[in-house]
């Protein structure tokens, strides 16, 4: 059963502005099985506690309880469930535990302000429990509970600590077995069966171990609290992934924490352990919404992709070094060619001579204009867009985030276009009717009237990194397994088209400079 732990009403505890009244109903119309009222140093009576259920107008299963929330002389705040006494502010655990025998004692909100409790106060042996996720704990801090619960395994609860209606029962506690009195409800405390309600998700890729998390009961307006924990296996992963983590922090930091553009939080790190905590985003990817959407919302949200990267581009920004681009990309483009190589593809000769002009081509553009370099998402492709609501009732609460920066460096912002061009045909190629009914242009267009880019040959620069990315997914085909495929042959081929059609543009010497409208980029 769920239950509300932690809360405080207007009526006995300064600090609130929420009647007990509200605090039920609210509670119980957020699917909780009850309630334990815990006001400063005040203990509800029984007759209290009637005629609250009475005005509250709630069913007789729902339970109403009475703890109380006691400032003690070594933890600070201590809630304490099934205890007939009331304690003054100053009473010491040992008191308590002579007094009140067979009450549970939890330590509130310890992570409280970023302080961090030691392992040997959080197994203290007269606490029976620990709230880990409350209401007063930052996103930070809810983590940090988590890893420590994790890792020492003592008894936790999770408490909303509400003062406001607005988000009571927010963060309950899940009991294994029902409980019908305080009294019992301690005992179950006592015995530690009980935990916070959260769901987590573990996951393993190459380099990281992942689990995500979403705290707490879910509301009319569907929010709760979600988190990435991210586990790096070697120091060399651990690197990249800091950096990402860095890229987001700043990102926030521009303004694309919150509103329509967003990226998710970058929430903490940890050095000793190689793990990165960062927020989680409620949504779909573009690759899943635009399957499902109707041709206007799919419209909408294609070009909101757009938008999204126009934005980040404008920003100018160049957080990573200019010069890495191109310290990088022989190496990176020689790997493509590797591949075939390493299995001795018939069309090996064909990729070595893609690699060969890309690489002088981007040479080209690198001479022409490293200043202009801005910091790009690297890998920007429908899988990586998320399209989101905050509340699934409210239109006006849409976003679109994008996600995994490791890929990011400072680049041409052409770069990133191509590679969506690239990848979005590639990764719809099975699904004709999306490229269809959403032609690329509804994406090149949006970010055109968003970006002005100030480079005059920018489509041809698009061209060349779609013939790039397209050589790119070639290699992962072979890495895949898919070498014979017909795909690997059509994303060799596309990227053979695309280089064609750049003999009229400025990145081919000899040739004048072709209009931009001369160079088509997709539908070969």
């Given amino acids: 059963m769920l239950l509300e732990m932690h809360c405080h009403s207007k009526e006995h505890s300064r600090c609130s502005v929420v009647s007990a009244v509200e605090l039920v109903q609210r509670v119980f119309a957020k699917g909780l099985q009850g309630i334990v009222l815990t006001d400063h140093h005040y203990l509800w009576s029984e007759n209290e506690l009637h005629n609250l259920r009475r005005a509250a107008k709630v069913p007789e299963h729902f339970l109403i309880f009475s703890g109380q929330e006691v400032h003690t002389a070594e933890l600070g705040d201590v809630l304490i469930y099934g205890a007939e006494e009331l304690f003054g502010k100053g009473s010491s655990l040992a008191a308590i535990r002579a007094s009140a025998p067979m009450a549970a004692l939890v330590w509130a909100h310890p992570y409280r302000r970023g302080h961090r409790p030691k392992a040997e106060l959080l197994n203290h042996p007269l606490l029976d429990a620990v709230e880990v996720f409350n209401s007063n704990h930052s996103v930070r801090d809810n983590s940090r509970a988590l890893q420590d619960w994790h890792r020492e395994r003592f008894t936790a609860i999770a408490g909303t600590d509400t003062h406001a209606g607005s988000y009571a029962g927010l963060y309950p506690t899940l009991f294994d077995h029902p409980v019908a009195t305080v009294a019992e409800l301690a005992l179950e405390l006592r015995k530690g069966r ?28 569907e929010f709760r609290e979600r988190i990435i924990i991210r586990s790096l296996d070697t120091a060399a992963n651990w690197r ?38 960062q927020q989680g985003l409620r949504g779909k990817s573009l690759y899943d919404k635009l399957q499902g959407a109707t041709p206007a919302d799919g419209r909408l949200f294609l070009q909101l992709a757009a938008r999204w990267l126009a934005r980040l581009h404008q920003c100018r920004l160049q957080l990573t070094a200019v010069g890495e681009f191109w310290q990088r990309e022989p190496e990176r483009v020689g790997r493509y060619v590797e591949r075939f190589q390493e299995i001795d593809h018939p069309h090996r000769a064909r990729a070595e001579a893609l690699a060969e002009m890309i690489l002088t081509r981007e040479a080209q553009v690198v001479r022409a204009g490293e200043a202009g370099f801005v910091q790009g998402h690297g890998d920007f492709h429908p899988k990586n867009i998320l399209l989101g609501q905050d509340n699934l009732d409210n239109r006006d609460t849409l976003f679109v985030a994008a996600i995994d920066f490791e890929s990011s460096l400072c680049l041409p912002p052409a770069y990133d276009v191509g590679c969506f061009l690239a990848q979005f045909r590639n990764q719809f190629f099975q699904h004709p009717q999306i490229l269809e009914r959403y032609p690329e242009s509804l994406f090149l267009e949006a970010y055109l009237q968003a970006a002005q880019p100030r480079d005059d040959d920018f489509l041809a620069q698009v061209a060349l990194f779609r013939a790039r990315t397209n050589l790119g997914i070639a290699a992962y085909l072979i890495k895949l397994g898919l070498g014979e495929s017909e795909d690997l042959w059509r994303v060799l081929v596309e990227a053979e088209q695309g280089i064609s059609r750049l003999l009229g543009s400025s990145l081919w010497p000899g040739r004048e400079n072709a209009s931009l409208a001369t160079i088509p980029l997709g539908d070969a």
Avoid: N, Y
């Fill in 240 to 277: 990249s992934a800091r950096r990402a983590h860095g890229i987001l922090a700043e990102l926030s930091r521009q303004g694309f924490d919150g509103g329509l553009f967003r990226v998710p939080r970058a929430i903490d790190q940890d050095s000793r352990s190689h793990t990165l905590i």
């Fill in 194 to 221: 009980c935990r916070p309600l959260l769901k987590e998700i573990p996951k393993s890729g190459a380099k990281s171990q992942v689990t995500e998390v979403t705290f707490g009961a879910k509301g009319a307006d």
